[in-house]
């Protein structure tokens, strides 16, 4: 059984995957990424349900959470992170291509630590997941229970 | 109204009255008339009466003085003799002789009841040699006494015989006389004397009334008639008529009527017809009122009160007055009229409400079926938008980012073709990241509910003039601006309409030195109208309209950057603040962009 990730990554998009992946990996980061390709997947993992069933214990030190998915999206699987008192604690980065203000309002609402607009242009993405992984997942004092070997 | 009528009348009665009084007035002359003749018809019946005594007196005393026994010195003889005498006749109280030296040798009276004669009668008869009278008191009693001469055979006066009337005899020869009542007779001796009168004799008869002015309207007026105040102050019309022995007046006989008595049967006629007339004006004002109630008042108070049970809105009620052809009839039945055809209006107008309830009803259905038709698609456009903003541009990102990998890829470092294609998809999804950008912002505009407040334009142009100046810090730019007005929008919104404008001005002013832009404003009591004027690169005013429809450009895309949306979004945002929007150019030669923002309107 492989240690957890530092990270996890819940995106359904196998492109946008493969992109986000890519600029973690000018960060140095791609190595500690754990990928759910839906939120059912994503809740399943955290909460150690079914198949995840047997995953350690440690928590993720960050979440990027994209917000349109198929089953359950992503402002659910925020909401139930956020009303769970063992993940509660676990920052919470939306990463979306919706620029709505809806979206972003909900999120706030919901709890989100941070929310970032993918920018089309890959450079300036690239950017934006240096900064964040720089903060959240090195250095941000994690809660208590988050993995921290590396 | 009912006085209206009563006045009427009354007028009318007025002539009628005029009449009668002018017809009294007449009768009252004839009546006047009458009475006159009347009065001196019953004066001379009285004089008649009484001259019969004064006659009676002279025949007697003539008779008896042509016996011896009158020139008799035997005393007792001779008193006999009268006493004889004085029973054959019974019109007189006392017979008797007087000596000339005013002594009474004899009379009837019985001894020692007379002493000295009446000194005016002997007088009076000895002056004239002939019969004469004159009134003789003693003590309570009042009478007349007639003289006569006893001549001697020398022809001189002997003596008088005298003869005294009963008295109260000429008053009652008056009373047979049919007085009208009020009236008086009276009977004076050509001295002034009152010998008789009726009624009321006791009162008067004896009184020497010589130097009242009603004896000296006698003695002026003989045998005339006059109207005067009597002596008992009662006015009269008096008729005088004297009563003559040997052409010497002895008697003045009087008899007045009162004026009132004398005109009584004119007033009273007067009176009659006054009371005539004013029954026939009760009647007739009764009738005026009678008339004016059924006729006029009862119909005209029907359609008062049916007016206002109308007015109340009962429009049942009806003045119910069908028959009858004076005016207020016809009124009534024409109110009626109108009364029915209003509320057969109201019916129809029920009816027209009803249908219009019904009506609204099915419009508030399909409204509400449109609003949340509308509800529906305005749901679906969002969803659309939704999924334009992420959907869409994640393929691009996609395009973008892998296009960008390749180019930071060290195989294809060196190949300046490669680069050169991965550079124009890059560019390609970079632009149409900014149409897709844009068309969202535009179709956000018209749904965002607005804002509204007070909007300084002064303070928003000049942070959105240094904002877009700052973006091209190398430019000379002479910016002339007004100062501007608050109004009342959307300050975000308002801030987007200038921003675009002022954008355009210094993009299109580019290659100008100095670019010159001027903003100004020119208010009236409705709107403010703002421009935007530059020394640019203008347009062909062919064009002006299209300068704002959506992704509509006048230029290529590689003179001057854009998407074409900005005139589009400032019309859009205008509009909703109830203004308008146009532009004015040349090519070459500058443009003015103009907008106007309603003062009246509350934007929406």
């Given at each position: 059984?492989?240690?957890?990730?530092?990270?996890?990554?819940?995106?359904?998009?196998?492109?946008?995957?493969?992109?986000?992946?890519?600029?973690?990996?000018?960060?140095?980061?791609?190595?500690?990424?754990?990928?759910?390709?839906?939120?059912?997947?994503?809740?399943?993992?955290?909460?150690?349900?079914?198949?995840?069933?047997?995953?350690?214990?440690?928590?993720?030190?960050?979440?990027?959470?994209?917000?349109?998915?198929?089953?359950?999206d992503g402002l659910e699987v925020l909401a139930r992170i956020k009303q769970s008192p063992e993940l509660q604690m676990i920052p919470i980065v939306m990463l979306t291509s919706s620029q709505e203000e809806r979206d972003l309002v909900e999120s706030y609402k919901r709890g989100v630590n941070a929310y970032i607009v993918k920018p089309i242009d890959f450079d300036q993405f690239v950017e934006a997941v240096k900064q964040l992984g720089l903060f959240w997942a090195i250095l941000n004092q994690p809660p208590p229970g988050t993995a921290r070997h590396l | 109204l009912k006085a209206r009528l009563l006045i009427l009348v009354l007028l009318l009665l007025v002539p009628a009255f005029?009449?009668?009084?002018?017809?009294?007035?007449?009768?009252?002359?004839?009546?006047?008339?009458?009475?006159?003749?009347?009065?001196?018809?019953?004066?001379?019946?009285?004089?008649?009466?009484?001259s019969y005594y004064v006659r009676q007196s002279r025949q007697q005393l003539a008779t008896m003085t042509q016996f011896p026994l009158v020139l008799m010195q035997d005393r007792t003889l001779t008193e006999k003799g009268l006493k004889t005498l004085?029973?054959?006749?019974?019109?007189?109280?006392?017979?008797?002789?007087?000596?000339?030296?005013?002594?009474?040798?004899?009379?009837?009276?019985?001894?020692?009841?007379?002493?000295?004669?009446?000194?005016?009668?002997?007088?009076?008869?000895?002056?004239?040699?002939?019969?004469?009278?004159?009134?003789?008191?003693?003590?309570?009693?009042?009478?007349?006494?007639?003289?006569?001469?006893?001549?001697?055979?020398?022809?001189?006066?002997?003596?008088?015989?005298?003869?005294?009337?009963?008295?109260?005899?000429?008053?009652?020869?008056?009373?047979?006389?049919?007085?009208?009542?009020?009236?008086?007779?009276?009977?004076?001796?050509?001295?002034?004397?009152?010998?008789?009168?009726?009624?009321?004799?006791?009162q008067w008869v004896g009184k020497q009334l010589a130097s009242t002015p009603f004896f000296q309207r006698i003695l002026a007026d003989q045998g005339g008639v006059f109207e005067a105040a009597g002596l008992d102050g009662v006015e009269?019309?008096?008729?005088?008529?004297?009563?003559?022995?040997?052409?010497?007046?002895?008697l003045h006989v009087t008899v007045g009527i009162p004026r009132s008595a004398a005109f009584a049967r004119a007033r009273d006629k007067f009176a009659g017809n006054l009371i005539l007339a004013l029954l026939t004006v009760a009647l007739l004002l009764f009738a005026a009122w009678w008339y004016s109630d059924r006729i006029f008042l009862r119909p005209a108070r029907?359609?008062?009160?049916?007016?206002?049970?109308?007015?109340?809105?009962?429009?049942?009620?009806?003045?119910?007055?069908?028959?009858?052809?004076?005016?207020?009839?016809?009124?009534?039945?024409?109110?009626?009229?109108m009364a029915g055809s209003l509320e057969k209006r109201q019916t129809e107008l029920q009816h027209a409400n009803l249908e219009i309830t019904s009506h609204n009803a099915q419009l508030e259905r399909r409204v509400a079926e449109r609003t949340s038709e509308l509800q529906t698609l305005n749901a679906e456009l969002e969803a659309f938008s939704y999924s334009v903003s992420h959907d869409l541009r994640a393929p691009l990102r996609h395009m973008h980012g892998f296009a960008q990998m390749l180019r930071n890829n060290s195989k294809f470092q060196e190949d300046v073709a490669v680069q050169k294609k991965l550079s124009a998809i890059i560019d390609a999804a970079k632009q149409m990241s900014t149409l897709i950008d844009d068309l969202l912002s535009f179709s956000r505009m018209s749904r965002q509910s607005l804002t509204v407040g007070a909007v300084d334009l002064s303070r928003l142009v000049a942070e959105v003039v240094e904002e877009v100046a700052a973006r091209e810090p190398g430019r000379a730019i002479e910016w002339k601006i007004e100062l501007?007005?608050?109004?009342?929008?959307?300050?975000?919104?308002?801030?987007?309409?200038?921003?675009?404008?002022?954008?355009?001005?210094?993009?299109?002013?580019?290659?100008?030195?100095?670019?010159?832009?001027?903003?100004?404003?020119?208010?009236?009591?409705?709107?403010?109208?703002?421009?935007?004027?530059?020394?640019?690169?203008?347009?062909?005013?062919?064009?002006?309209?299209?300068?704002?429809?959506?992704f509509q450009r006048l230029h290529h895309a590689d003179e001057f950057e854009g998407t074409g949306i900005g005139l589009a979004n400032v019309r859009r945002i205008v509009a909703r603040h109830g203004g308008r929007t146009w532009a004015e150019g040349k090519t070459g030669e500058g443009a003015t962009f103009s907008f106007s923002i309603s003062k009246l309107t509350n934007p929406t």
């Open positions: 059984m492989r240690s957890l990730n530092r990270i996890l990554l819940v995106e359904d998009n196998a492109r946008d995957v493969e992109l986000s992946l890519a600029a973690l990996a000018e960060c140095h980061l791609a190595n500690e990424v754990t990928v759910m390709r839906d939120g059912a997947d994503a809740l399943d993992y955290l909460f150690r349900r079914g198949k995840f069933g047997d995953r350690p214990t440690e928590n993720p030190a960050v979440i990027l959470l994209d917000l349109k998915m198929p089953k359950v | 005029l009449l009668m009084l002018l017809g009294n007035l007449k009768r009252q002359r004839s009546e006047k008339a009458l009475a006159r003749e009347q009065v001196v018809t019953l004066s001379k019946l009285a004089a008649a009466n009484e004085k029973r054959l006749q019974t019109d007189f109280h006392d017979f008797g002789l007087i000596e000339t030296n005013g002594i009474i040798f004899c009379h009837t009276l019985g001894s020692n009841m007379l002493q000295s004669a009446n000194p005016s009668l002997l007088r009076k008869v000895v002056e004239a040699r002939d019969f004469a009278g004159t009134i003789f008191k003693f003590e309570s009693t009042v009478s007349l006494q007639f003289g006569y001469p006893i001549f001697g055979t020398n022809g001189r006066i002997a003596r008088v015989m005298y003869a005294s009337l009963k008295p109260g005899l000429l008053s009652a020869a008056l009373t047979n006389i049919a007085l009208p009542a009020g009236a008086v007779a009276s009977v004076f001796d050509s001295e002034g004397n009152m010998l008789a009168r009726s009624p009321d004799p006791d009269r019309v008096y008729s005088v008529s004297t009563v003559v022995d040997q052409k010497r007046p002895v029907a359609v008062v009160a049916a007016a206002e049970k109308i007015a109340g809105g009962d429009l049942k009620a009806r003045t119910g007055l069908i028959k009858g052809k004076t005016e207020i009839h016809r009124l009534a039945a024409s109110f009626d009229q501007l007005p608050q109004v009342r929008g959307d300050a975000a919104l308002l801030r987007q309409v200038w921003l675009n404008l002022i954008s355009n001005a210094v993009k299109y002013t580019r290659g100008r030195n100095p670019a010159v832009i001027e903003i100004s404003v020119r208010q009236t009591d409705a709107e403010a109208v703002f421009a935007i004027r530059d020394n640019g690169v203008g347009f062909d005013m062919e064009y002006a309209e299209k300068l704002f429809g959506v």
